[in-house]
């Protein structure tokens, strides 16, 4: 039956264009031509009149009724298929096929337009909107393609179209179908895949639903492939010539059509083997293994090649796998004897159960076909069957029944070696029978101890001297002496039971080791004066007791591990051996009480662990014991000794004793000297804790002494350059990686009196002062102001005249303090003229106190009226006598006498009350300025006055009278 919207004709000429040339790449099958039909809603004849409508309404509705389902197959009948032939794998935007040219419909943008259909026109009312293309649902095809919805233009996506994929089982019957064969519509061979499309073509009065099958071609994109890499394959030996083998495990390839496996090759045939391939009803290719030669397993049981399998590609793929052929065994061999005729003698006194004789064949097959079974001929008489008993097994003829006078002398016993479907081999056993007239001595045994089928059982701590069992010997013919003996080795012993006569007792001469040996197998041996002897064996097994303790392969286990191991960190495993055997020779392991409850030890396999990480700083050696107890009642046991070492690890940085440091070092202390000790240390050991110092900043002025920790100074330091130093130290130890960890030092300089008091006022030696001879008495002059660099009592600065010149000298006195010249006495017409004061400015320093000196020149005068007078007069070298009195500082302040005896009592008070305000005031500052260093200026309350070097002394800020000063 024809597609739906598709002419018989239309499908007819496809079949043949697809029989006459295959689709290439990129082509497409077109729809077939149809006659669109009419509209719906067409306007009626212009001859119609209304009347005629009312009369003919009841058989216009009949015919609506009976019009509406042609409607519904009409508007089904607008449906169209599209097919398209691509081949796999192609790049995203390849274009398939464009809807719009293959449906051959063209649409103008608006107005009235005409639509090609089936090379007709048609006059069509298209309106303003344009047709457009969508796919009708988003399945497992729409995933592959593109499709523009103005333009109708088909094209592949980002999704790369893999036909191994698509054309599955689980995708049959979806969106994507393994196609078939059919004479309805053009589809492709058998060997493609379709992708299907719905595409709806709107607006919705021109509805058009287009079916889109897209054919996807195979190309050779893959290579075969066997399922495993080894393939075993068996062959009988005795495979005639062109024997033919099917391998069961075939190549596969997903490509289909001559791209899938074509041929098979093996890389080495031996000469003896060559491949065929046969293909069945659906195309699958399977490889025949051919035999071309004669196989022998027993010359060579084993064939190992390669199998490849080739595609029809262009180029070909290949893929191979081993392929092992093994020869399977055929009885192709009988047993064969290496003799043909074996002789023995047997004495007639022989034993019951003594072996004859032994044969055996050999056959060279496998397996079953190499089991052999020994059995009499026909020939052999009953009564040589009866006397000598053959195992069939083994080949064993042993005598089976005493042998008398009727015995026959001689038995010819013919053995056949019987095989799996051969011809029996054949070997003579020849026995001739020696007569013994008499008859041999008898040894009768008695058990003492326990006896089981001819076996003796001893315990290995049975005492010395253990009776086993009584041997009778006696001669059957009661003529014949007849003595007895022991032969073997162990520790046994045979000896004469008295008062009794041929009586024999067999015991133990040693104690018994069942872990040196465990059987013995002695002979009792009695012979008669003709020289005839019989012999009974004796077997004796030991049995095993708890009598050895388990034994350490090590008494002393010394055993290391490194710090901060991981948990449950295996150590070793012990072992100790007990000899004993069975449940007593089971050894079980304990750790001793003095072990950490961190250690485990396994009490069945003797594995030893440490559940927690070990802190080599914490506990450096381990020493305790482990005990290994047998099962054995009473139980033995054994103690050996485990010593562990905890190896260090670079996990400790190095620590300083305090994290800041503080040194007081007096200045100008000389280069490279001590200036104190940075202790350091560091919990590792070796080179985990070998730890280097180095100064992080002023590595130009300190260094450190590494193995010492000792600070110095490459230079000399001065206070009143620089008073205070801060520095960082690192502390690197000698771990890999390094551990490290810094500290901070601070160095404080302290003062010593290296520096003079540095007179600042007056300027010059050679400057004067004009005094008035009108002032008072009491009133001050001028000063003398002088500093001193260094701090404490170093700048503690004392004033005092030590040499005078002048009408009258003693006029003027200084302040030992605060170094203001005051006038002491009224000045006179005849005290006139130039006063020169050496001021000596002394500090207190220790050990020794330093000074300068200061010239104060005072002209005493209304006016001065010739300046080159007073000017001579500085030149001039002054005639002083020098002073050498020290000068003092008053420790308490002095108090003028009050004559008024009525203000007495209060004046009293008021004194004690200053003075113990002022000696409180004075030594909190000194605690003060001690403690912290700090700087004050001169005051009326303090004794002592501190000028620090690093200060900026402002003398503007100094509290002065104006007085009148003229410099030469």
């Known amino acids: 039956m024809p597609a739906v919207g598709m002419s018989s004709r239309g499908n007819e000429r496809r079949r043949r264009r697809r029989r006459s040339s295959p689709p290439a790449l990129g082509s497409r099958w077109l729809p077939a031509k149809r006659h669109r039909p009419l509209a719906m809603g067409q306007r009626s004849s212009p001859g119609s009149s209304t009347s005629a409508t009312q009369r003919n309404l009841p058989n216009l509705f009949v015919f609506l009724l009976f019009l509406g389902p042609f409607n519904c197959f009409a508007s089904y009948s607008r449906a169209t298929e599209l097919f398209y032939s691509i081949n796999e794998g192609l790049p995203s935007g390849f274009m398939i096929g464009n809807l719009a040219q293959d449906l051959q419909v063209q649409a103008t943008s608006e107005g009235e337009g005409e639509a090609t259909v089936e090379g007709k026109q048609q006059p069509q009312q298209w309106g303003k909107t344009p047709l457009s293309f969508s796919l009708a649902s988003q399945g497992l095809g729409g995933q592959y393609v593109n499709l523009d919805n103005q333009t109708g233009e088909l094209r592949t996506s980002a999704k790369e179209i893999d036909r191994e994929v698509l054309c599955t089982e689980d995708n049959v019957g979806s969106s994507v179908v393994a196609s078939s064969s059919s004479s309805s519509s053009p589809v492709p061979s058998s060997e ?377 960190a295996f150590l070793t495993k012990l072992h100790a051996t007990d000899a004993d055997s069975g449940e007593r020779g089971q050894v079980s392991y304990f750790l001793g009480p003095e072990a950490p409850s961190y250690f485990a030890l396994d009490k069945v396999t003797g594995v030893l662990t440490v559940s927690t990480q070990l802190d080599r700083e914490e506990r450096e050696k381990y020493r305790y014991t482990v005990k290994a107890v047998d099962s054995g009642v009473p139980a033995r046991e054994s103690i050996a000794t485990v010593t562990i070492s905890v190896l260090d690890k670079n996990d400790n940085s190095p620590r300083f004793i305090n994290k800041d440091f503080s040194f007081f070092v007096p200045e100008n202390f000389p280069g490279f000297g001590e200036i104190g000790v940075i202790s350091v240390t560091d919990a590792d050991i070796g080179q985990n804790g070998w730890v280097a110092l180095s100064v992080v900043n002023g590595s130009d002025i300190f260094v450190i002494d590494t193995g010492k920790g000792v600070l110095r100074a490459k230079v000399s330091l001065d206070r009143e350059q620089q008073s205070s130093y801060t520095l960082w130290v690192e502390a690197v130890d000698g771990g890999d990686p390094a551990l490290s960890s810094t500290a901070k030092i601070t160095v404080l300089l302290l003062d010593i009196n290296d520096n003079p008091p540095l007179v600042l006022f007056p300027q010059s030696n050679m400057s004067y002062l004009l005094v008035l001879p009108s002032t008072l008495p009491g009133s001050p002059i001028t000063e003398v102001y002088a500093v001193d660099n260094d701090t404490g009592m170093n700048a503690v600065i004392a004033y005092s005249i030590i040499g005078r010149r002048g009408p009258r000298p003693d006029s003027f006195k200084i302040d030992p303090k605060t170094g203001n010249i005051t006038l002491e006495e009224s000045l006179m017409q005849n005290d006139y003229g130039l006063y020169r004061l050496l001021v000596k400015v002394s500090d207190h320093g220790y050990p020794e106190p330093l000074h300068s000196t200061v010239m104060v020149n005072l002209f005493v005068n209304d006016t001065v009226s010739n300046e080159s007078y007073i000017e001579s007069l500085l030149r001039k070298e002054p005639d002083i006598n020098v002073e050498e009195k020290e000068p003092q500082i008053s420790i308490e302040p002095t108090h003028k006498r009050v004559e008024s005896a009525s203000c007495m009592p209060t004046l009293v008070v008021l004194s004690v009350i200053s003075l113990c305000s002022i000696t409180l005031v004075t030594g909190m500052g000194i605690y003060i300025c001690l403690r912290r260093g700090r700087k004050y200026h001169r005051g009326d309350e303090t004794l002592e006055v501190q000028i620090p070097l690093n200060g900026r002394i402002d003398l503007h800020m100094l509290e002065k009278r104006p007085v009148e000063i003229s410099n030469i």
């Open 192 to 568: 493609s895949c379709l992708l299907l499309l719905d595409v709806m073509v709107l607006p919705q009065e021109y509805f058009r639903l287009v079916k889109v099958k897209i054919a996807i071609h195979d190309v050779n994109d893959n290579a075969p492939c066997f399922p495993m890499p080894q393939i075993h394959l068996f062959v009988p030996e005795n495979s005639p010539v062109n024997t033919r083998l099917a391998i069961e495990h075939p190549a596969v390839d997903p490509d289909m059509g001559s791209n899938g496996v074509q041929t098979y090759h093996l890389q080495d045939d031996f000469g003896v083997f060559t491949l065929d391939v046969e293909e069945n009803e659906s195309g699958e290719r399977t490889p025949y293994l051919i035999v071309m030669g004669a196989l022998d397993r027993e010359a060579r049981d084993k064939y190992i090649t390669l199998i490849t399998a080739e595609d029809g590609g262009v180029p070909p793929l290949v893929g191979s796998a081993t392929l092992t052929i093994g020869i399977s065994d055929i009885n192709d061999n009988c047993p064969q004897f290496n003799e043909t005729q074996i002789n023995v003698t047997v004495f007639g006194n022989s034993s019951i159960g003594l072996p004859i004789a032994s044969v055996h064949a050999v056959d060279v097959d496998q397996g079953i076909n190499a089991e052999i079974t020994y059995s009499y001929s026909q020939k052999v008489s009953q009564s040589s069957r009866t006397l000598f008993h053959l195992d069939e097994s083994t080949g064993v003829i042993k005598l089976s029944k005493r042998i008398n006078g009727d015995t026959p002398r001689l038995h010819r016993l013919s053995i056949l070696a019987n095989g799996p479907g051969c011809i029996p081999a054949v070997i003579t056993v020849l026995i001739s029978i020696i007569k013994v007239t008499m008859r041999p001595p008898e040894v009768i045994p008695r058990f003492i101890a326990n006896e089981v089928e001819g076996v003796v059982y001893l315990r290995e701590l049975e005492p010395v001297n253990t009776p086993i069992a009584f041997f009778t010997i006696k001669d059957p013919d009661e003529k014949y002496k007849v003595d007895c003996y022991l032969d073997g080795d162990g520790p046994f012993r045979l000896s004469p039971y008295k008062p009794y006569h041929n009586e024999y007792l067999l015991e133990t001469t040693k104690p018994l080791d069942y872990e040196a040996q465990q059987f013995y197998e002695v002979s009792v041996i009695a012979w008669n004066t003709e020289g005839f002897h019989v012999n009974k064996i004796v077997k004796v097994q030991v049995l095993d007791d708890n009598d050895n303790s388990p034994v350490f392969s090590q008494t002393l286990i010394e055993l290391s591990i490194e710090e901060n191991n991981v948990p449950n």
